[in-house]
């Protein structure tokens, strides 16, 4: 491996992400938050346990106190971060969505500068605030596009329960989902960074995961008791259940592993940044799929780019 390893698993891991958000994105009509939260949990949890066997690593010797932060983390970053995302898609769109995600980094930086006293450099907050420009241009671009006025009326027509409009909901979802997904970056980032104390990225994956479903099953118990109307059987419908674990196999599997890996070898800002990258992966997708992409597109996926080198180049 070479000295980018924490950087190159983050942009990996947001390739990865990119894949499954289109299937999220797509299966989320069928699954509600709180369900396809916990399906893509136990699908990436028998991978990491299998892998775990295969690999042989059956020790991971965890000190008390980065135990409990990596718990921690899940529970804040996948159980409340991936289920407010989820519905947050469900409210408003994807691209919307992601944008909103690009508030991540910043928030990211923030907190490690406080609680871990990490400090990024002007030269460094310049690449990420690049890298944040790019992105939020490409997304916001590609919102105009794709979910326009066209789709309000459908969802009033899902959402007549909710008490805010759908965009709303979708925007304070949002903006639960960038903050947890931060602060669970950070809790990662201090039980890894210790050099004295060798965390396997497979149990670090591993132990967030299962937190995550420690506090997930409870939400679902709650939730079908105090609904009046029964959800669609999704489990009834195979091509959704494989759309679902392709999904987790990539954006939750490979992608929590690699997340484990460039926070443990970079600096969480910097990590969290390129993690955020996602979005900008999603226009090849859309161009093989069909869709045009235009010139502002493009040119906010070469400013995203640009911030990329930068962060690469100040490693």
Same mark, same amino acid.
């Given at each position: 491996?070479?000295?980018?390893?924490?950087?190159?698993?983050?942009?990996?891991?947001?390739?990865?992400?990119?894949?499954?958000?289109?299937?999220?994105?797509?299966?989320?009509?069928?699954?509600?938050?709180?369900?396809?939260?916990?399906?893509?949990?136990?699908?990436?949890?028998?991978?990491?346990?299998?892998?775990?066997?295969?690999?042989?690593?059956?020790?991971?010797?965890?000190?008390?106190?980065? +135990?409990? =932060?990596?718990?921690?983390?899940?529970? *804040?970053?996948? #159980? @409340?971060?991936?289920?407010?995302?989820? $519905? &947050?898609?469900?409210?408003?769109?994807?691209?919307?969505?992601?944008?909103?995600?690009?508030?991540?980094?910043?928030?990211?930086?923030?907190?490690?500068?406080?609680?871990?006293?990490?400090?990024?450099?002007?030269?460094?907050?310049?690449?990420?605030?690049?890298?944040?420009?790019?992105?939020?241009?490409?997304?916001?671009?590609?919102?105009?596009?794709?979910?326009?006025?066209?789709?309000?009326?459908?969802?009033?027509?899902?959402?007549?329960? +909710?008490? =805010?409009?759908?965009?709303?909901?979708? *925007?304070?979802? #949002? @903006?639960?989902?960038?903050?947890?997904? $931060? &602060?669970?970056?950070?809790?990662?980032?201090?039980?890894?960074?210790?050099?004295?104390?060798?965390?396997?990225?497979?149990?670090?994956?591993?132990?967030?995961?299962?937190?995550?479903?420690?506090?997930?099953?409870?939400?679902?118990?709650?939730?079908?008791?105090?609904?009046?109307?029964?959800?669609?059987?999704?489990?009834?419908?195979?091509?959704?259940?494989?759309?679902?674990?392709?999904?987790?196999?990539?954006?939750?599997?490979?992608?929590?592993?690699?997340?484990?890996?460039?926070?443990?070898?970079?600096?969480? #800002?910097?990590?969290?940044?390129?993690?955020?990258?996602?979005?900008?992966?999603?226009?090849?997708?859309?161009?093989?799929?069909?869709?045009?992409?235009?010139?502002?597109?493009?040119?906010?996926?070469?400013?995203?780019?640009?911030?990329?080198?930068?962060?690469?180049?100040?490693?």
């Amino acid at each position: 491996m070479t000295n980018f390893e924490g950087e190159i698993a983050a942009l990996v891991a947001a390739i990865l992400w990119s894949i499954s958000s289109v299937v999220y994105g797509r299966v989320g009509a069928h699954i509600p938050p709180l369900h396809l939260n916990l399906i893509k949990g136990i699908v990436a949890i028998a991978f990491l346990v299998v892998t775990i066997v295969i690999t042989g690593d059956f020790s991971p010797l965890l000190p008390p106190i980065p +135990l409990c =932060l990596l718990l921690l983390s899940g529970l *804040i970053g996948v #159980g @409340l971060g991936d289920t407010a995302f989820l $519905a &947050a898609i469900n409210s408003m769109g994807a691209r919307r969505v992601l944008l909103l995600e690009t508030l991540a980094p910043p928030i990211t930086a923030v907190l490690a500068w406080i609680f871990l006293r990490e400090g990024l450099n002007i030269n460094a907050w310049c690449g990420i605030l690049l890298t944040i420009l790019g992105v939020a241009w490409v997304i916001s671009e590609r919102t105009l596009e794709i979910d326009g006025d066209r789709g309000e009326k459908k969802k009033q027509k899902k959402f007549p329960h +909710l008490h =805010l409009p759908p965009q709303w909901q979708g *925007i304070a979802f #949002g @903006l639960i989902a960038a903050i947890a997904n $931060a &602060a669970g970056a950070v809790l990662s980032r201090a039980a890894l960074a210790d050099t004295n104390i060798n965390i396997n990225p497979l149990w670090a994956a591993l132990l967030r995961l299962g937190a995550a479903i420690f506090v997930l099953i409870p939400g679902i118990v709650w939730r079908q008791q105090s609904r009046t109307s029964p959800i669609f059987p999704y489990w009834q419908s195979k091509k959704v259940i494989f759309a679902t674990c392709f999904a987790a196999f990539c954006g939750t599997y490979l992608g929590i592993w690699l997340q484990q890996i460039a926070i443990k070898f970079t600096a969480v #800002g910097v990590a969290s940044t390129l993690l955020q990258t996602s979005p900008v992966f999603v226009l090849p997708l859309s161009m093989l799929m069909g869709d045009k992409v235009s010139l502002r597109a493009i040119a906010g996926v070469l400013v995203a780019i640009a911030g990329i080198a930068l962060l690469f180049y100040l490693k």
